[in-house]
């Protein structure tokens, strides 16, 4: 997954976000109190946070220093909207509405977040020397070793120490646990699986926080 086609997706859930800004102003607007004034300026300010952090992203996409600043602020406004929801407990249409909009909000961020993470390992992985050279013939016929160990997939040791993670979080519940990360390939069908397990896990403890 591309890195800038990542925050630009982030950049539209910050959009979508202002809707929600916009929604409590009118509030704001039309029944003063201290609670909407208060979520008001907790959106406008994780809006602008997110916004900020995702352009920073964008103007200097190889600087992990500034991912995972957005990650930060990604899991800062996520944690944020789950309360918002969780203290939304009226069942007139407009409040089932912005429960939906949170709830839609939260969900894609989790998703985004990982894939942040997985973008982020691979702008970690060391540039072999294969790559820093024209050894046409040996990258086309594969048998270039150095460029062969940057390509590496994770062994199954890897994954499945990742898997014995999740599966633990799930009180050793292994059908629960292949559940999880079975949703997580459902929603990305680009995962591999060792980054479907890793963003069960993400997943798992943003929900159990």
Known sequence: MSLIKTVRKVQYQTAKIEVLELLFWHGKASQPSLETELAHSM????????????????????????ILALQNTIVGVHNFLVQMNSGLTSTETQVLFLKKLLTSIASELVGLNT?????????????????????????IAGTNPDLQSATTPPTSSQVDQLF??????????????ERLVQYEQQRNPLLIREEAVHAAIIRWESDNR
């Open 43 to 66: 959106f406008s300010t994780f809006r602008q946070k997110l916004f900020c952090d995702s352009e920073a992203c964008l103007d200097a996409p190889s600087n992990s220093s500034l």
């Open 115 to 139: 894939e942040l993470y997985c973008a982020l390992q691979v702008s970690q992985e060391p540039l072999s020397f294969g790559l820093l050279y024209d050894d046409t013939e040996n990258n």
């Open 164 to 177: 014995k993670d999740l599966m633990n979080k799930c009180m050793g519940n292994s059908q629960q646990a």
